[in-house]
């Protein structure tokens, strides 16, 4: 599709830099309404959600299935039904954890005292699972999710059995300039303008995602455009795990020496597997084994566009010892 290369410097930013197409507007037009936590809870809420407090934050969680543990880390901008299809996968088998990266989703708000409490994201993992009495854990992450997982990897070696990577940034995102088209260009416009990102924009977005668009349903980009359109709140990204901080994030990747599997979509025009891939693998240095999978025809979020594929990846790297 023509414009899916011309997305690649909107998607960067929104995914991986932690920054938003609507940043600097101030509020969205008077005529629409933003929805609070308590109206995306009311609708978004399901039987298996719990809530824990770590470090002052409330944080949305599900605990599902028997077995070893695996915790899921989605990507920035998202929430933990990203993880649906894996789950639905594999927690016959695994002890499935995964929460909602505040403030996101149907977590609560990250207050400033809050944000200095926990510390750091990867703090906030290990207080998660503190909460629920976890002490060690497979951790499989994507996108800037992937970031978090191998950040804990690094600082909590004692508390990871092996680390899953999908699509995991690990140098700075360098958004180059890159052609463009109308209604690409229309949709930033607007989304600074507005002050938010309409849901035409979600569609092109997520198109951009996914190596064949065709397996992106309806109801996936509603989900986010929906989601997307919570009150704003402080700290947004406070307790993202980012790789704009160079030196810190190249001493994490060095530090990790768990057993990585890294699960990359080939069709990915975020990341690259030839360059991006090519050096998160080579920067994992110091870690037991380092294992590359490639996804032909997946794009940037492999464990949404075919959770099944990935399920199965992921359940055969995890009995490799056993």
Known sequence: MPFRKSLAIVCAALLLAGG???AGAQIAPAALKRLTL??????????????VTVGGVELRYRDEGKGPVLLLLHGSRSTLNAWDGITARLKGKYRILRFDQPPFGLSGPLTDAARKTIGSPEALVAGFLDKLGVQKANVFGVSSGGTMAYYFAATYPDRVDSVILANTPSDPVVTGKTAST??????????????????????????FLYGEPARLKPGTID????????????????????????????AHLHGVRAPVLIVWGMRDLVLPANTAGKALQGYLDHAKSVSFVALDS?????????PDAVGDLVDAYLKRDR
């Open 20 to 22: 938003s197409a609507s």
């Open 38 to 51: 308590a109206e995306l809870r009311q609708r978004f809420q399901a039987p298996g959600d719990r809530y």
């Open 182 to 207: 109308a209604a690409i260009d229309a949709a930033v416009v607007a989304a600074k303008r507005d002050g938010y990102e309409a849901r035409d924009f979600w569609s092109l977005y997520l198109n």
């Open 223 to 250: 989900y986010y455009y929906t989601t997307n359109m919570r009150v704003p709140e402080p700290n947004p990204f406070g307790l993202h795990a980012l790789t704009s901080n160079n030196a810190a994030t190249l």
């Open 298 to 306: 997946v794009g940037h979020y492999p464990p949404m566009e075919s």
